[in-house]
């Protein structure tokens, strides 16, 4: 281990004896003090004096099965050593014996169970994942107390040795997906895991798609309500969320308050995430196919008050949308990245202090703020940030082609943005499911219509589809919530 700096080695020697009986090895930076002190060293230190007039009386003391019960025998090579130290556990090794006894007794200093700070909910449970894996395993099964609740352990990383666990529901999983899903896990080779979602990027081998291919959460509920649909959930230790296999688009638009509040409540929320995805993805393409090129769809009082606005601007609509987006897109990004303390001065000198002196200079025109700020806010209702960011680079997209081609071009870009979705999957789910699988009954059940509980009788069916030309076929035909 290269003589660590942390590396601690404390003797428990008899009085009057210079030859240890025993030897405690232990990392400061990770072992718990207090429990070392009062489970460990004491016990051994007693044990000793008691049997100091006595020789060989330490071996048949009550304190090593009491110690036994606290650990686990271990080789005493070095590669195993090192193996349980850089684990968090203490060993102990007695004086000719060729074993020594790992202890677990880390501490890792983890942060209490605290509210979710990006899914945020007013109704319903406030408790959120944290960096503990067993923690965070306890939130499941606090929730499902059912022996169908299956846990698969892997380690990954060769050098950090992280753990990552796999939860189902046996009987209620997508067993296609979740087979397709162990196979990729084991063509994953890694160094270093630092965040469950470098697993979701290497096992849904995702490239140059801007869509996000899994569905990471902070709150236990969501991902107890996941585990019922049908899908499967990984956790990775250290890491405060869990992702979600497979996924949908439909299922990036849904948040806990869909169900915490009444239906009709919950449906109308959902459609105005979409009315926001529909103003994000067209109105800056729109802006530029009406301004420049297709100036005869609308009234001509309508396209002289947007004239009478851009009086004075020395440059064409797209060049003006481009610096607006893009000065969106920087906001964004300071706004994320600066303190809190901070981070509210770079939305205000963004908005009013550029926005009003580059409108009163002429560089912009008024209505061009306008269109900012409504496309801004319709991609903050998106409930995931990832989702959110790929519909922004959508709409850079159709920006592109709105510039020469104008309405045709926007025509044009959203059929090919359609057809790329319709084109992915999630481990044999369209991605664009329910409307790719024929399951209208989803459509009305639980994706852009929340029905109430009374009537929602039936599991989902999306998350049951099979891969390419097998039979469709529900996971739960008929069975009741």
């Not at 074993?99 to 942060?111: D, Q, T």
């Not at 063509?187 to 990027?201: N, P, V």
């Not at 396209?303 to 440059?315: D, F, H, I, K, T």
Request: aromatic share 10%; net charge neutral.
């Amino acid at each position: 281990m290269g003589r660590p700096a942390d590396l601690c080695m404390q003797s428990i020697v008899q009085p009057a004896d210079m030859e240890p009986l025993a030897l405690l090895v232990y990392l400061q930076s990770t072992a718990d003090r207090e429990f070392m002190h009062t489970q460990l060293l004491v016990p051994l230190l007693e044990a000793a004096n008691a049997c100091a007039q006595q020789p060989g009386a330490f071996w048949d003391h009550p304190v090593h099965r009491s110690l036994g019960s606290l650990g686990k025998v271990v080789i005493a090579e070095p590669e195993h050593l090192a193996q349980q130290l850089v684990a968090g556990n203490c060993l102990i090794m007695f004086s000719g014996h060729r074993a020594a006894l790992a202890v677990k007794s880390a501490n890792w200093n983890n942060r209490t169970v605290s509210q979710p700070e990006r899914e945020s909910t007013l109704i319903g449970p406030k408790d959120s994942f944290i960096e503990d894996l067993e923690v965070n395993l306890s939130m499941i099964r606090r929730r499902v107390r059912s022996d169908a609740l299956r846990v698969e352990e892997y380690l990954f990383g060769s050098d950090s040795q992280t753990r990552v666990r796999l939860v189902f529901m046996d009987k209620l999983v997508n067993e296609s997906a979740l087979r397709q899903f162990r196979e990729r896990l084991q063509d994953i080779k890694l160094d270093l895991l630092l965040d469950t979602t470098q697993i979701g990027y290497l096992a849904t081998r995702q490239r140059l798609s801007p869509f996000p291919m899994f569905q990471s959460t902070e709150r236990p509920d969501k991902a107890v309500s996941a585990l019922m649909e049908g899908r499967f959930l990984i956790f990775c230790d250290t890491t405060p969320t869990c992702l979600i296999l497979p996924v949908t688009m439909t299922c990036l638009y849904e948040t806990s308050d869909d169900y915490y509040f009444p239906s009709l409540s919950g449906t109308f929320l959902r459609l105005v995430r979409m009315l926001g995805l529909a103003i994000t993805l067209f109105l800056p393409a729109l802006y530029i196919a009406i301004t420049a090129v297709n100036q005869d769809v609308f009234r001509v009082q309508f396209m002289l008050a947007v004239a009478s606005s851009r009086e004075g601007v020395p440059y064409p609509a797209y060049i003006e949308v481009v610096i607006m987006l893009l000065l969106m897109e920087l906001i964004n990004e300071a706004t994320v990245r600066l303190p809190k303390t901070i981070g509210g001065t770079a939305t205000i000198v963004g908005g009013l202090i550029i926005g009003t002196a580059a409108a009163q200079s002429h560089l912009i025109s008024y209505i061009m703020i306008v269109i900012t700020a409504t496309t801004a806010i319709g991609s903050y209702t998106a409930p995931n940030y990832m989702v959110g960011l790929a519909w922004r680079l959508c709409s850079f997209f159709l920006v592109l082609l709105s510039i020469p081609w104008g309405l045709y071009g926007v025509v044009v870009g959203s059929a090919l943005i359609g057809l790329y979705i319709c084109h992915l999957d999630s481990f044999g789910v369209p991605y664009a499911a329910p409307f790719a699988t024929f399951h209208y009954k989803d459509l009305v059940r639980d994706s852009i219509v929340r029905l109430p509980a009374i009537w929602a009788r039936l599991r989902p069916s999306s998350y049951s589809y099979r891969a390419a030309g097998t039979k469709r076929k529900s996971l739960a035909e008929g069975e009741e919530w």
